[in-house]
């Protein structure tokens, strides 16, 4: 998906910037991409559409005004992309991993120049130059998001795999609330993981198309998120379906991890479409909301709580296996722990960590919280965020991080290395992190990013 993990902001003019909202509507009509169907943007120049998926023009490069896209010369030009879409054909690649299945470990292997799985004895194709892996166990085949390289385009693909720690810990949440079901969006590891548990039944949707070559048909799904887009159509909404109504008994949970770079609007639409296609297929009443496991930055729950206010923050800090920071593993960790965490509509008590000498239960909040954590009686919260010990501001009535102070003269809490007094216009939200009260330039979330200097005039 779009590119994750990534949390250096490159210093910007603010007063360049622009808000830059998502029009939630229906996307049959939009024009289309080689990610499927377009949102709908506007700005201050006016409302365009462009793709889903890529924020980076480069990687794609379909915008069109909404004015031109009534015009019916540009409605023809967008036609060729119904074909530039590529079908996955399904069938053949598991027919393809039944051959491979039925070799030795040594005539089995992966190009991942050609981003095929192939048997040794059988292909030339695959020369020297090209990045062959090779023995490949059964194990390895059940699990190939252990192994398979991340592809090079950061930008457009998301790379970061949950821990095994982490990956033990959804699981653990799922039975806690005999949910028997998951609905995988961008969690491979997940899914694995729940492909060789009895007591799971899992479906993934993920935008990687290597997935094909390792499921079944009716186990993956080629999916975009941003936009709830099947490339292989009805052949591959009838699977979705078909999981649905065999969720019936057992529960369903939707397991998904974003892109952080991505909006979060078309997000939330897409979980509030999957629902709504859920209770109609399950006969389920309409105040019944589907259970979600949502990984993403800490910073992003003012945001998130504003357009989906079912969804509560757990304070439990999510490792990724294959990322040099999101871990608690020796120096090379990020000093307070990974910033991802758990937004979820299920009850925060059912995320148990007693076994995790890293967190502690709050006899008070009746849920289990970051051992860094303390309650304030003032607040009546556990109210830290990002792994330090948030404090208290009487003036502000709330707590905050412990490297800020209250600027009388800004009347607001701040960082308080570097800061500058300047005018805030209280009306106005920050672009980073959307609460109202400061601009992104003096975003409190961007502690410690290096900023252009700005001249001062008198």
Known sequence: MGKKRKFETKPQDTQKSSPVEVVIEDLVSHPLCLHGPTLLFSSEKGRYFACSLCRNKKDCTVHIDEEDWQKENVKKRNEKYYSLIPKLDKSSAWSNLNEVKSRHSSDRAYCNTCQELYIVSQSRKHIKDHRVITPLSDEQLANPSAWLPALENDTVEAQYLFSKKSVSTVLGILRNNNIKNILCIGTPSIHEAAQSDPEFNSLLLDFDTRHAQFNHPNKFLWYNMFNDYLFNGNDDEKVLKKFFKSSREGGLCVVMDPPFGGRVEPLVHTLRELSATYRKLCDKSEDETLPVLWAFPYFAEPYIRNIMPEMKMHDYQIEYENHKKFHNKGKSGRKFGSPVRFFTNL?????????????????????????????????????????????????????????????????????????????????????????????????????GTPKKKKRVHA
């Not at 003032?378 to 010990?389: D, H, Q």
């Open 347 to 447: 009850p925060l008590l059912t995320i148990d960590l007693s076994n995790d000498k890293n967190y502690k239960l709050c006899d008070k909040c009746k849920y289990w919280v970051a051992a860094t954590n303390k309650h304030c009686a003032k607040c009546k919260e556990c109210t830290s965020k990002n792994g330090m010990t948030y404090k208290h501001c009487n003036t502000c009535k709330r707590c905050v991080k412990p490297t800020f102070f209250h600027c009388e003269e800004c009347g607001r809490c701040c960082q308080q290395k570097g800061h500058v007094c300047g005018v805030v216009v209280e009306s106005q939200s920050c672009y980073n992190c959307r609460e109202k009260g400061h601009k992104k330039s003096n975003c409190p979330q961007l502690e």
